[in-house]
């Protein structure tokens, strides 16, 4: 069976449709792990950096806020409180004096983005994102970066830099802290507030510490000085890189763009830090790549703002607009001319509603209280003041733009006289989930306006010409193109000769592979870091080494293997011993025994959950399931099919129908 074949045959097994919901962002629910006593990262330090302020400090410009010298939340990690000093730089690969750089991530996607930065005995990772999975591969929530370059390294990583907030830069913190042995992280505080709402979640907030920078501030880490400047882009708060190590100065832009009048109180991208860089020797620019290919600039905030206004203003019936809820300050907006013409806003959406709340907490969005309430809530207010905001702008399939698009979202019904804004342009991929909803709006009589119809969004990257913008004020010695697909990064390059730049500065790599620095020159070493996609799926839970991760290439070599479990919905005995069915892991003559082993435990850790636990969750024991037969598998013959636990609740012993049992995990 081909690989993508076993993946669909694998989510046709697993899915329902309650099951696609559930799989919703946040719908993993990591159990609380308490630290286990000897626990392999137990042996680590991280040192504080020495942080200096205001080196770079402008008059006239005040840091967002205080510089946060406390953690930001929890505290010191428990583990490093009672931590030996474990210094050794074991099983190092690099050369001696040499400084790595190595992308994990996000060179052949928009998304996972993760690069590593490494000198001897320091380690700095900048961002870790992770990916939203292809339309083939159902069943799995997100695609992670691989990490597995640094397991032997964990004690050399003196933190975690994060640009900005977007979940293709943040989102698989909570998977991959623990394993990392829980590097301090450090970012701008909306960005933390973000990633700290994810943490809580997750149960982790306090054994990870996080530090709060502005973009004045300079850390130093070992061998690496790191300092920040603003840019602008789709989400408040988000940074440029420079970090400097014995080996040459490397500048990481993040996502961006150049706004000279960006929305709401954000300020434009510090040119004046950005062109001092020019000056400075700069070995090396890590940019992002998304809009290389469309020319001109990235239209400002501020056209959007204009049009929006316009519609808020001449519309008669209901507004609906879905755009992301990380548009913090679009978002901010669309309050202020709600206001303006006395529309109530109305939420739609939990990614929405998180988001907001987390934007209004540190400040980030200001609106009075009455002005924005609960879709659930919305009675009958008159249509000429109502406004809602909704997420599902890509069209997702669980998200509550697509539900109203197709007439079944709880409380929202299409009506003759509304208009419907879609703030955003499709990311590649999404366009055609995109038109069908835009097509099903219209078919129940909505008016629907979207970026190709009206300037209602602009793009939070740079194109051709701000990325000229950047190389030109930036100077580098070396361009690599980082942050989209392959094509993207080669109309990026192109850039960068257009400038002039020799062709062999213009530097082409691809996730994994390692770029050795040394006196400012570059090296390719050959060698090639794991960048497997790993994957996360909805059962994930508990600590990492229980979640369900796995990468793609594991499944097709490892197989798959199905629990089906029969139980009487009422009793909830087991009806039957449990049938395995298993794919392409074992050979056929030792099959049968193994099959027969696999149903045994199956139903042991079955009647032990139960007695256990009666009113036991379908998700805890499908968990359960997972995690005691991928055990006693790989002892038996050690192998890590992917396992699948699916649970038939039957309405009598087994001559009635299955009910679906997805709702309650
Ligand atoms: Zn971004
Ligand atoms: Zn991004």
């Not at 770079?56 to 409180?81: I, L, V, Y």
């Not at 591969?137 to 900005?164: A, C, E, F, Q, S």
């Not at 960068?496 to 620095?517: A, I, R, T």
């Amino acid at each position: 069976m081909s690989e993508d074949k076993l993946t669909k045959w694998l989510a046709e097994k697993l899915l329902g449709k309650g099951d696609a919901e559930k799989s919703a962002p946040a719908g993993a629910k990591p159990a609380h792990s308490p630290v286990k006593p000897g626990h392999p990262v137990a042996a680590r330090n991280h040192p504080a950096p020495h942080k200096s302020h205001g080196a770079q400090h402008h008059a006239g410009q005040k840091p967002h806020g205080q510089p946060g010298r406390k953690p930001h939340s929890g505290g010191r990690s428990p583990q490093a409180a009672h931590a030996p000093h474990a210094r050794n730089a074991s099983g190092s690969s690099s050369g001696p004096g040499s400084t790595r750089i190595v992308a994990l991530g996000g060179l052949d996607e928009v998304g996972r983005n993760c690069m590593i930065f490494e000198n001897d005995k320091d380690i700095l990772i900048v961002d870790m994102g992770f990916q939203f999975p292809d339309q083939d591969m159902l069943g799995i929530d997100y695609i992670i970066p691989d990490t597995t370059y640094l397991d032997d390294k964990k004690d050399r990583i003196r933190g975690i830099l994060l640009t900005h907030g977007h979940l293709d830069h943040v989102g698989a913190i909570p998977y991959l802290i623990e394993k990392l042995g829980f590097p301090p992280i450090y970012g701008t505080k909306l960005t933390l507030g973000i990633v700290g709402r994810k943490l809580e979640e997750f149960g982790l907030t306090k054994r990870v510490r996080m530090e709060t920078i502005t973009a004045d501030d300079i850390l130093r880490f070992g061998t690496w000085n790191v300092s920040f400047f603003r840019v602008n882009h789709s989400i408040p708060d988000a940074v440029g890189i420079v970090l400097r190590s014995p080996n040459g100065s490397f500048v990481h832009t993040g996502d961006f763009k150049f706004d000279l009048s960006p929305a709401g109180d954000q300020r434009p991208a510090e040119f004046d830090k950005i062109s001092a860089l020019g000056k400075q020797n700069v070995t090396a620019l890590f940019s992002d790549s998304t809009n290389a290919l469309k020319p001109g600039h990235t239209m400002s905030e501020h056209e959007v703002a204009k049009n929006l206004d316009e519609i808020i203003r001449t519309c008669e019936g209901r507004i609906i607009i879905a755009a992301f809820s990380s548009l913090i300050a679009r978002i901010q907006q669309i309050m202020d001319y709600a206001l303006k013409y006395r529309r109530k806003v109305y939420i739609s959406g939990r990614s929405m509603m998180e988001t907001l709340e987390v934007a209004k907490v540190l400040g980030y969005l200001k609106y009075p209280k009455d002005l924005v309430h609960d879709a659930a809530r919305m009675g009958k207010t008159h249509d000429k003041e109502t406004l809602i905001l909704t997420t599902g702008s890509q069209g997702e399939d669980v998200s509550a733009l697509t539900r109203i698009s197709l007439g079944n979202h709880p409380t929202i019904r299409i009506k003759k006289n509304d208009t419907v804004v879609i703030s955003a342009t499709p990311i590649p991929g999404n366009e055609k989930a995109v038109t069908s909803v835009i097509n099903n709006l219209c078919r129940l009589g909505a008016k629907v306006i979207h970026s190709k119809i009206m300037d209602v969004h602009t793009s939070g990257h740079g194109a051709q010409e701000d990325l000229k913008l950047m190389i030109t004020m930036v100077h580098p010695k070396y361009l690599v193109p980082v942050h989209g697909e392959y094509f993207m990064r080669q109309g990026h390059n192109e850039l960068g000769k257009q400038l002039g730049m020799p062709e062999k500065q213009c530097v082409m790599v691809e996730n994994g592979d390692v770029m050795e620095f040394k006196n400012g020159e570059i090296r390719i070493t050959g060698e090639k870091v794991p960048t497997n996609y790993v994957l996360v799926d909805g059962l994930g839970t508990g600590d990492i080494g229980n979640q369900v991760l796995m990468d793609r290439q594991t499944m097709s070599e490892n197989g798959a293997l199905v629990v089906l479990l029969s139980l009487n919905k009422k009793t909830n005995k087991l009806l039957r011993e449990p049938d395995i069915i298993s794919r392409g892991f074992i050979y056929m003559n030792e099959s049968e025994e193994v099959i027969t082993k696999v149903s045994k435990e199956a139903k042991d850790i079955f009647m032990k959950s139960m007695s256990k636990k009666p009113d036991l969750k379908r998700g805890e024991l499908k968990n359960n399931l997972k995690i005691g037969l991928e055990k006693m598998i790989h002892r038996m013959i050690e192998r890590r099919p992917l396992i699948l636990p699916i649970i038939a609740e039957l309405d009598n012993d087994g001559l009635g129908k299955p009910a679906p049992s997805n709702h309650d995990d």
